[in-house]
Structures are given as structure tokens and as C-alpha cells.
């Protein structure tokens, strides 16, 4: 008894079957090659910032930065004791916590009446809150700073009386400039819950408030997540504004060190390297503990089901 293939297997197959040489293999591998390429150029200022902070000026001088040898710690040594690190990173942290913490409340309050009640001015709303991140800040560098002079405030919350030289001032701007962004991304976050949540939650009596605490907070938790490691890395990073609103040098945030990294006549690269990474170790410590939370709030809405 002879067995007789069924053609239409057999075409499904051919048409399955990955071919071999052509012009689509040529580009499979161009692709991998081209974006090893990029990442090797974008890393590359990275990794040599990054090994010659550990290797002494003297000899980079005399043998060039693309060399090898020379290696030393006092680098790291003398960027910590001359740059002042250990201030301006407790001016830095109490700037920042507070910041990130009421950016993330506030927008999500925010987002949670944008996106769970129907009202004439819903996206008006919104857009109120991100018209802030359509601005410069250098647009709006003199009538805040107006402003922020002529407020008066006790002096138990700022010691100049005013909202000028003091931490909240510079608080109260983060929080305005990154509210929008993060009421924006929390808002798409939350209109995608399942309405029946809530619905369950009214019929069980549970007041708004209790909506917002108990059910939306927990789980917007990878949304918080991903804002909070962009949130910690702007405003941490951020040194425009504080150059306008701090008018003392012990108040300055840790990106300030550099500054007093350089000299009047001559600067030592590599010692401004080393304080550059160790600016940089805190963010990326908060990304590597939060990386989870990140990447779920980022790809949150990639698939379907």
C-alpha cells in the first residue's frame, strides 16, 4: 500500500523552510552588526572616561589617554576630599526624595481623576499639567525667579525668608516641571485596569479614596516603578535650577562637585572623571535594584492577552 503525500503539506513546508544565501540572510546579519557598532561608539567615551579615572595624570600626560598603565586610586581619593562629596550628596538626597515622592503623588492623583471620571474638563486637565514640560526652563527663568524672591515664607521653612536659597523652593519647581510627564504616563497606565474593579469596589462600598490607596496604587506599582528611576535620574541630575535658586555653595547638589574639580588655570581630566563616576553610582545603584519594576513598566501594553 503506497502512502501519497498531501501537496498542500509539502507546500506549506517549502514555504516554512528558511532559505539559504540571498539578499534576506545578507540583511539577518547586518542588522546585529550595525547596532554592535553603534553600541561600541557610544561606549566607547564611556569605558575611556571610565579607566582613566583610576590611572594618574602625570602619566596620561606624557604617554596619551590611549595608553596603558599608570593606575592609582588617589583619584578617587582627591575628587571626594576636594569636590566635597559627602555635602552635596546629603543636599542632593534631601532635594531628591522628596521630589520624586510628591511628582509621584501628585500625578497620580492626577492621573486617577483623569482616568477614571468623565468630565467636561478631563483633558483639559491634562493638558494643564504637561503644558509645563512644553516650555524651557530658560523661558521661564526670570519670572520664577521674580516670583520665588518676592513670596515670603516664615523663616522656620526657609532662612532667607523667601523661597530663594532653600531646598523646598527647588523642590516645588521639580515637582511642577515633572508632574505633567508622569500624570501623562499614569493616566494611560490606569485607563487600561479593568473597569470591573472598581465596579466590584463600588458595589462593596468602598469609597474613592479607598479606590485610589488600596486598588490603583498597587497596581500602578511597575508604572511608579519605571517613573521613579527617569523621575530620580532628572531631577538628581538636574543643576540648572539649582544654580538660580541656591545662592550658597554648601547648598549646591552633588552636581555642583565638578565644578570644584577644576582649576583656575588647569584642570586634571582624570580627576574630574573620577568625580564624574562617582555621580554617577547612586542612579545607577537605584536602576539595578528597581531594573524589574522598570522594564515591566516599560513594556507594559507590548503584548496583548
Request: charged letters at 10%; hydrophobic letters at 50%; a positive charge.
Amino acid at each position: 500500500m503506497s502512502v501519497t503525500s498531501n501537496p498542500v503539506d509539502e507546500r506549506q513546508q517549502r514555504l516554512l523552510k528558511p532559505r539559504e544565501g540571498g539578499a534576506r540572510s545578507g540583511r539577518r546579519w547586518a542588522l546585529p552588526v550595525a547596532l554592535t557598532i553603534i553600541s561600541l561608539i557610544w561606549l566607547f567615551p564611556l569605558l575611556l572616561a571610565l579607566v582613566n579615572s583610576f590611572r594618574d595624570y602625570a602619566y596620561t600626560a606624557k604617554n596619551g589617554y590611549i595608553s596603558w598603565g599608570g593606575f592609582t586610586l588617589d583619584n578617587y581619593r582627591n575628587a571626594w576630599s576636594q569636590g566635597d562629596f559627602g555635602l552635596h550628596f546629603w543636599n542632593s538626597l534631601l532635594i531628591t526624595v522628596p521630589a520624586v515622592v510628591l511628582t509621584l503623588f501628585l500625578s497620580a492623583c492626577v492621573a486617577f481623576v483623569v482616568a477614571r471620571f468623565s468630565w467636561t474638563f478631563n483633558i483639559a486637565l491634562l493638558g494643564f499639567f504637561l503644558a509645563a514640560n512644553l516650555l524651557p526652563p530658560q523661558a521661564l527663568l526670570i519670572p520664577v525667579y521674580r516670583m520665588f524672591r518676592a513670596i515670603q515664607v516664615p523663616f522656620w521653612f526657609s532662612e532667607s525668608g523667601t523661597l530663594l536659597n532653600s531646598f523646598q523652593g527647588l523642590i516645588l519647581v521639580n515637582v511642577a516641571f515633572q508632574t505633567g510627564f508622569c500624570a501623562f504616563v499614569l493616566s494611560n497606565y490606569m485607563k487600561a485596569l479593568p473597569k470591573e474593579l472598581y465596579e466590584s469596589a463600588v458595589i462593596d462600598g468602598a469609597s474613592v479614596s479607598r479606590q485610589f490607596f488600596q486598588i490603583t496604587l498597587p497596581l500602578c506599582r511597575p508604572a511608579l516603578a519605571a517613573l521613579a528611576v527617569l523621575q530620580t535620574t532628572w531631577i538628581y541630575n538636574e543643576f540648572f535650577w539649582a544654580t538660580v535658586l541656591l545662592q550658597q555653595g554648601d547648598k549646591y547638589p552633588v552636581t555642583s562637585s565638578i565644578n570644584n574639580l577644576r582649576g583656575q588655570f588647569f584642570t586634571d581630566n582624570n580627576l574630574v572623571a573620577a568625580g564624574s563616576v562617582i555621580i554617577a553610582v547612586p542612579t545607577l545603584v537605584i536602576f539595578f535594584v528597581l531594573q524589574r519594576h522598570f522594564v515591566a513598566g516599560l513594556t507594559l501594553g507590548a503584548t496583548k492577552g
